[in-house]
Each structure stands twice: as structure tokens, then as C-alpha cells.
């Protein structure tokens, strides 16, 4: 799996904590992994990384994630 980056506009509906606000809107990551993107500097808001899940994201902010790919297991079968 290749790295992926979103680009998202904040609406007035979706608006409040930054970590509820991505689980919403990318809904295919788990809101603890969304947390420890944010915390990792992953994620931005209009264009200053944020390292705090509860940031408060309002109507208009541009929110941009970089989801880089799953680190390989070391695990043993």
C-alpha cells in the first residue's frame, strides 16, 4: 500500500474536534490511528501542522492528512 494524502474543507456541520472531525470524514482509519497521525505531525490545518487531537477545526479550515504506508510486522507465523 502506497502513501496517502487527503485534502479536506472544514463545513459548519462537520466543525469541533480535529480527531472526530477526520474519523468522519475517513471513516477507513481507525480514530486512534487518525490521533497518532496528528500527534506524528501528519496532519495540517491550513497549512501549520497540528500535534493536538482536540484542536478545534472550524468552517473553512483546510485540513490536509499524509497517511504514510503500514510499517511491515516482524511477527513470526
Given at each position: 500500500?502506497?502513501?496517502?494524502?487527503?485534502?479536506?474543507?472544514?463545513?459548519?456541520?462537520?466543525?469541533?474536534?480535529?480527531?472526530?472531525y477526520l474519523?468522519?470524514?475517513?471513516?477507513?482509519?481507525?480514530?486512534?490511528?487518525?490521533q497518532q497521525?496528528?500527534?506524528?505531525?501528519?496532519?495540517?490545518?491550513?497549512?501549520?501542522a497540528v500535534?493536538?487531537?482536540?484542536?478545534?477545526?472550524?468552517?473553512?479550515?483546510?485540513?490536509?492528512?499524509?497517511?504514510?504506508?503500514?510499517?511491515?510486522?516482524?511477527?513470526?507465523?
Amino acid at each position: 500500500m502506497d502513501q496517502q494524502y487527503y485534502q479536506l474543507e472544514c463545513t459548519q456541520e462537520k466543525a469541533g474536534r480535529l480527531d472526530k472531525y477526520l474519523a468522519v470524514c475517513l471513516p477507513e482509519y481507525s480514530r486512534a490511528r487518525l490521533q497518532q497521525l496528528i500527534q506524528d505531525g501528519l496532519v495540517k490545518v491550513n497549512g501549520k501542522a497540528v500535534l493536538k487531537p482536540s484542536f478545534a477545526v472550524a468552517a473553512g479550515d483546510r485540513v490536509e492528512v499524509e497517511v504514510p504506508p503500514p510499517q511491515p510486522s516482524h511477527l513470526a507465523g
